[in-house]
């Protein structure tokens, strides 16, 4: 559907897994789209070439997440090639699994500097550029509702931190006509969770695991017209899992 012509969207993190799915959807419903990544430039390379395939431009920028500073660059060079800015998905993530007693606590402030801050550095630099109808999303994840298993309190964690300061941003812009939103994956196939795929799939209730593109598709319902009275909220998207 092409809801997004003439939108421009930046993805952080659209290089692999989710945020690749996201690319190449809003690329699909007629967005220009920049998508940054931290170290798979052939992915994030691949990813780009797919996605222009629809008839749109499409970049690719080199910018590491837990770094502020590129992270704001990454906006700026959105900006010097687009002009403004609609749609900001917020889709990079890591997951550093370990119980509380053994935890190392340079992970935990990895974990942070990317799953939190690089959320917040990514929402306050593209701030002055969104225009009237403006769109934030974040991925979060389903974990900030349930944890289910040990050695997930930091994730789980900095996912809990994604949802409340979803909300709080959503009342800050709120005057503007900018809705921000946080998407809740639940397990998903990509290369994050692999290595859990078969554990996990017993305790979804749909008894499978989610694929990206269901997750790009509420995506691209939140970042359409269509969703303008949305904000403040998080949606889980997991099979029934935390049901
Ligand atoms: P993947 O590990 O498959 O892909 C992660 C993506 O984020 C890659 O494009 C990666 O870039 C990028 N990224 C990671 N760290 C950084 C960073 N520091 N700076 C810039 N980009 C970065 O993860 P998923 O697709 O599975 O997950 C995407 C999001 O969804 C994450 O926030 C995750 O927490 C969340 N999520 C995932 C679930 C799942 O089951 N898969 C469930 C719930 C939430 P690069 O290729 O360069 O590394």
Redesign the pocket.
Known sequence: EPTLIDKVALV?????????AIVRRLAANGASVAL?????AE??AETARAAVAHGQPVIAIK????DPKAVVDAVAQTIARFGHLDILVV?????IRGTVDKYDLADFDRMIA??VR?VFVAIQASCPHLREGGRIIT?????AVRTVFPGASV?SMT?GAVASLVRGIAIDLAPRGITVNNV??????????AAYAEMVKPLVPLGR??K?EE?AGLVAYLASPEAGFITGSSQTIDGGYVA
């Open positions: 952080v993190g659209g290089s692999r897994g989710i945020g690749a940054t990544y931290a170290n798979s992915k994030a910018a590491d997440s837990a889709n990079a993530g890591i997951l990317t799953n690089g991925i979060g994840s389903n974990t994730y996912k809740q994956p639940g397990p998903t196939e990509t290369d994050m969770t695991l989610g990206p997750i």
